[in-house]
Structure formats: structure tokens, C-alpha cells
């Protein structure tokens, strides 16, 4: 069984923390996963830092910007990869952007994402015909889980489309805005998430953007299997004095 299928099988409000690889210096990303882990966060998501991230707000943004300007580059991602596979046995998903995967090549991407140790990935603006077309096949020739978001406005035939391509989980967007955006949930973003779960989907879900503490992450609990917190954590440990403390003290303010 792959790792995100076991996990949503054996686990509820499940907790995906975003880290920017590279940031906030180019090698405190094993540092900071090793400690996300040990303070019991279910998965991570790790961050390729780009120059033009348009799914992401002014936060990531700028992780993204320290992080390409400190050197990070997707060799030494996946090299930090490989390195925090030595002790982390969880969920590990790569988000980035379509271009980064192209300039790389495609297939060598995958296979060498495969290779180190990921599970998945978020890749916002790869279309999903051209998913179909391209790569459906050789991700499940390797057993790596292709995650789609659907947003407030994504239809109940487009999402259902997207639920039958999508594996490991969907990215359910609790807005539609860029990341980092609001600071509490509204109703008609509940409304939202009452309607996901009444279209009888296969896959389990995860709500993310604006999702930033307790009180949103348990809100997000009560209507999927757990949330994803990207622009809360890069706040918290940009410019701190003390990483591992502070991820420690994170991680415990939300579960």
C-alpha cells in the first residue's frame, strides 16, 4: 500500500505542513521536516521555490525568493529529499509549478522524484487533459499519486472529473484567492465544503489555503480528512532564533 493511501486509512485530521525547501536557509529543510515529524505532523509538502508562483500569496512568495536566492536549486531538493527519507517514513509530496517539470524533463523529473523517496505531487497548473495525454500512465507505472485542487468555483461535473483522475487525496481550496489570504473561515466557505461532501467522491480530502491555526485547522477537521498549512509555518520560522524550537512549538499550537 502507498503511504498517502495508508495514511488516510489509519489516521483522521491528518495535519500536511508546506515548508519552502531552502528557506529559511538553503539547508534547514531536513532540519525543519525531521522536526515536523517528531512533533507529529502526518505529511509533508515540500515546496520547489519559483520565480513566478501563482497560486501562492506575498508569504511563499517571498520564502520562495530567499530560497532561490540562497542557492536552492531541484538538484539539491531532491538531494534533501533523499537525506530526510534516512529517518522519515511519512507522506512527502513536491508542489511546484508545470515549467519546473518541463525544464527538467518531465519523465526524468518523476523518475527521479520516485527515486528519492516521493510520494506525490501538486502541480497547480499542469491541466489535466494534458495529464491524461502525457503522464498519467508512467505516475502509476511508478506508484506516485497525481493531487488536484478544486476551488468554490470548480463545477460538480468538473469535480467529479477531477475525483476520477486524482489520486491520494484532493486539495480542496477553501477560497478562491492565493494562499495566505484569510484569517478565518466564513460560512459560505462551509457551505462549500457541506456540498464536496455530499458529491460522494472516492478520494479523501484536504482543505487548504487560509487554514493558519487551531481554530481554522479543527473547523477544516469537522468537513475533510484533515487541512494543509503553508503561509502560517513559513511566517513562524522566518527570522527565527531558535528553528527547531519554534517548529516544535508550532506544530503544538495546532494539534
Known amino acids: 500500500m502507498k503511504r498517502i493511501e495508508e495514511l488516510f486509512k489509519i ?13 529559511p536557509k538553503r539547508n534547514d529543510t531536513v532540519t525543519i521536516v525531521k522536526e515536523l515529524v517528531k512533533n507529529g505532523v502526518s505529511m509533508i509538502e515540500i515546496g520547489m521555490p519559483f520565480s513566478d508562483p501563482l497560486a501562492d500569496g506575498p508569504t511563499i512568495q517571498h520564502s520562495s525568493e530567499v530560497a532561490i536566492n540562497n542557492g536552492i536549486t531541484l538538484a539539491l531538493i531532491f538531494d534533501q529529499i533523499e537525506e530526510i527519507r534516512k529517518d522519515v517514513d511519512i507522506p512527502i509530496i513536491m508542489m511546484g509549478y508545470y515549467n519546473q517539470v518541463l525544464q527538467y524533463g518531465a ?9 528519492v523517496g516521493v510520494d506525490g505531487f501538486i502541480i497547480p497548473d499542469l491541466p489535466l487533459d494534458i495529464y491524461n495525454e502525457k503522464y498519467k500512465k508512467i505516475l502509476r507505472k511508478l506508484d506516485l499519486d497525481m493531487i488536484f485542487l478544486i476551488t468554490p468555483q470548480t463545477t460538480d461535473k468538473r469535480i467529479r472529473q477531477i475525483d476520477a483522475e486524482s489520486s ?88
Do not use: W
Not at 519523465?107 to 527515486?115: L, P, Q, S, V
Not at 478562491?176 to 466557505?189: C, D, E, P, V, Y
Not at 512549538?249 to 494539534?255: A, K
Open 168 to 255: 491520494g487525496f484532493l486539495y480542496v481550496v477553501s477560497s478562491f484567492a492565493i494562499t495566505g489570504s484569510k484569517s478565518a473561515l466564513q460560512q459560505n466557505q462551509l457551505d462549500y465544503f457541506k456540498r464536496i461532501n455530499n458529491l460522494g467522491l472516492k478520494n479523501p480530502k484536504l482543505i487548504g489555503f487560509g487554514i493558519s491555526n487551531k481554530k481554522t485547522f479543527d473547523t477544516a477537521c469537522n468537513y475533510a480528512d484533515g487541512a494543509i498549512i503553508g503561509s502560517a509555518f513559513i511566517k513562524a520560522i522566518d527570522n527565527t532564533s531558535n528553528l527547531k524550537t519554534t517548529v516544535c512549538d508550532f506544530v503544538h499550537s495546532i494539534i
Open 11 to 23: 489516521k483522521k485530521n491528518i495535519l500536511n505542513i508546506y515548508v519552502t525547501a531552502g528557506f
Open 107 to 115: 519523465i526524468a523529473f518523476f523518475k527521479k522524484a520516485k527515486a
